[in-house]
């Protein structure tokens, strides 16, 4: 079992950066990683994941403003969001899983943290 713990979560306004960190109780070298997000009313949405490698997928919607990374000496996930926008209102999760894939669909998670929330006004 890995235990993830994530921070950085904040009211900003549109337009503007937050950075989310994702601390892994394991090391994060062989961890396929992944940041989801929910608001009320809708399904978790997977915006990206990073592979053992340090491979990055993302999801269209956050393409060209969000970046991730993971620092394996501090076994940390990051995620650099700007260009903040309202719709990216949500509470961020980060999860993961071992094994070389990964699947930005939540049910292939089994170690998730509590969430941090992100709000973006306008």
């Known amino acids: 079992q890995v235990q993830l713990v994530e921070s950085g979560g904040d009211s900003v306004q549109a337009g503007g950066s937050l950075r989310l960190s994702c601390r892994a109780s394991v090391s994060t070298t062989e961890l396929c990683m992944a940041w989801f997000r929910h608001t009320p009313g809708n399904e978790r949405e997977g915006i990206v994941t990073?592979?053992?490698?340090?491979?990055?997928s993302y999801v269209d919607s956050v393409k060209g403003r969000f970046t991730s990374s993971k620092d394996n000496h501090e076994n940390i996930f990051y995620l650099q969001m700007s260009s903040l926008k309202p719709e990216d209102t949500a509470m961020y999760y980060c999860?993961?899983?071992?094994?070389?894939?990964?699947?930005?669909?939540?049910?292939?998670?089994?170690?998730w943290g509590q969430g941090t929330q992100v709000t973006v006004s306008s």
């Open positions: 999860a993961a899983r071992g094994g070389r894939t990964c699947p930005l669909v939540p049910d292939e998670y089994d170690n």
């Open positions: 990073i592979r053992y490698d340090g491979r990055t």
